[in-house]
């Protein structure tokens, strides 16, 4: 009977997720429901020592101020700024507009690192803009979700940091591990629409010359630097102290949640209105994190006093997997399970699961952490059920039907594929700069 207790735990758990339950109490009730069966009252002395730990990680301090960051950029109306500005700048160029959505979803990523928000304000704010200057549906929806998911692998993600908590590899190096394989993907999704733009030159037109005209006589230097150099310098403030080691990355997060506060007030977008809502919003975001971390310990505390690690252990050396077929098996099933969950949940549920098992096939952490951020990208972006498409559709306009978002999304999945396969192959990727800056 032991030995489907972790079976039944996996079960109960993912049915009453689909049914629609709250992730953090489900993961939790039924955790402590199955733990007070097995191992009865003891269950609850080892508990609070657990969620302690979650209570006092002093690296998870960095969620909360990282996500305080990017909410000041997005209520303050900066990321509108910066959006339409990069838009002008590049607007002489075929698929100009849509080049400077990456971007500006990159630098939005970096500041959020929340999916759901970046994809919900490029797509209000961009998504009308591209329609209205003869864009085809198809590629303003693909590249709005494609640029909005961005967050998921530019540090500093939210996700970098807690699959570092998880696999105890320094948040640093993760960050540092994640700028080239991040660069590379940003990289190929600009050399796409360019490819668009020669291919289908209808599709991507350029800016129109009037309001180029316009823009140039309004002051073109002081809003590019208002819009776009003073809020990626606060991103390469942040991440450049983190990378130099002059702080760790919870004091480089607090440095970007003022410095995002103080760029705000520079900008007169102040207002204690404006801080009201951010701060509301970022303790919603922090209490789901952190509900759904102490649900994760109270988990991975019954899986393990279930011995499900040991079991899962026999059953990958009976199988005879060899590390890379066990890492495809894991990768498929972390790519089907972001259909369906959110990637903190997949993270805490997963995750801590599979872990001992890389360690035991002695594989490289932070190039598996890296590598998993990607492919929770790739699974926000793959229909039927990616979660990207679903944000993107609700706040498309109405001439915008399901079947354009799909089309339009494939290329980049394509491209997440690629370099998702160059990660594979190519492991220095991300640990060749980590290395290299430590010597």
């Not at 004091?251 to 705000?264: K, N, P, W, Y």
């Not at 990208?377 to 799909?406: M, R, W």
Request: hydrophobic share 60%; proline share 5%; net charge neutral.
């Amino acid at each position: 009977m032991t030995e489907v207790m972790p079976l039944i735990l996996f079960i109960m758990l993912f049915i009453l997720l689909l049914m629609g339950y709250p992730v953090a109490f489900t993961l939790g009730g039924v955790s402590i429901l199955l733990g007070m069966m097995t191992f009865g009252t003891n269950f609850f002395n080892l508990l609070p020592l657990r969620i302690w730990g979650v209570m006092t990680n002093y690296v998870l301090m960095a969620v909360p101020l990282f996500v305080y960051m990017g909410v000041m950029l997005e209520k303050s109306g900066l990321a509108e700024e910066m959006l339409e500005t990069m838009a002008l700048l590049f607007g002489r160029l075929r698929g100009g507009l849509a080049v400077s959505v990456i971007l500006v979803g990159a630098l939005l990523g970096a500041s959020t690192g929340i999916v759901g928000a970046t994809v919900v304000t490029m797509g209000l704010l961009s998504l009308p803009t591209m329609l209205r200057r003869g864009y085809s549906p198809e590629v303003a929806t693909g590249t709005i979700a494609a640029a909005g998911t961005l967050g998921q692998i530019i540090p500093p993600s939210v996700v970098l940091v807690l699959l570092g908590s998880i696999l105890n590899v320094s948040i640093g190096d993760m960050f540092i591990g994640a700028v080239i394989p991040s660069a590379i993907l940003v990289g190929l999704y600009m050399l796409w629409i360019f490819v668009v733009s020669i291919i289908k030159p209808d599709e991507s037109p350029a800016m129109p010359a009037e309001d180029l005209a316009e823009f140039k006589k309004s002051g073109m230097l002081n809003k590019v630097v208002q819009a776009f150099v003073l809020p990626f310098g606060l991103v390469i403030v942040v991440l450049g102290s983190i990378f130099a080691g002059i702080a760790s990355p919870t004091e480089a997060a607090a440095v970007g949640a003022l410095g995002a506060t103080f760029l705000t007030i520079f900008q007169r977008k102040f207002s204690f209105k404006t801080l009201k809502a951010v701060m509301t919003e970022t303790t919603h975001i922090t209490c789901m994190v952190f509900f759904v971390l102490v649900g994760a310990e109270a988990f991975g505390l019954v899986f393990r006093g279930m011995r499900g690690d040991a079991y899962m252990a026999n059953m990958i050396t009976n199988a005879e997997l060899g590390p890379y077929a066990f890492l495809a098996l894991v990768m498929v099933m972390i790519f089907i399970a972001g259909f369906f969950i959110d990637f903190i949940q997949i993270t805490y549920i997963i995750v801590p699961v599979v872990a001992p098992i890389f360690i035991a096939f002695d594989m490289n952490l932070l190039w598996l952490g890296i590598l998993i951020a990607m492919n929770l990208q790739t699974s926000f972006l793959t229909p039927p059920f990616g979660f990207s498409l679903f944000y993107l559709k609700g706040v498309a306009p109405p001439e915008i039907q399901t079947k354009h978002i799909y089309k339009g999304i494939i290329p980049f999945i394509v491209i997440q594929l690629i370099c998702l396969g160059l990660l594979v192959t190519y492991p220095e990727m991300a640990t060749w700069l980590p290395a290299y800056l430590v010597e």
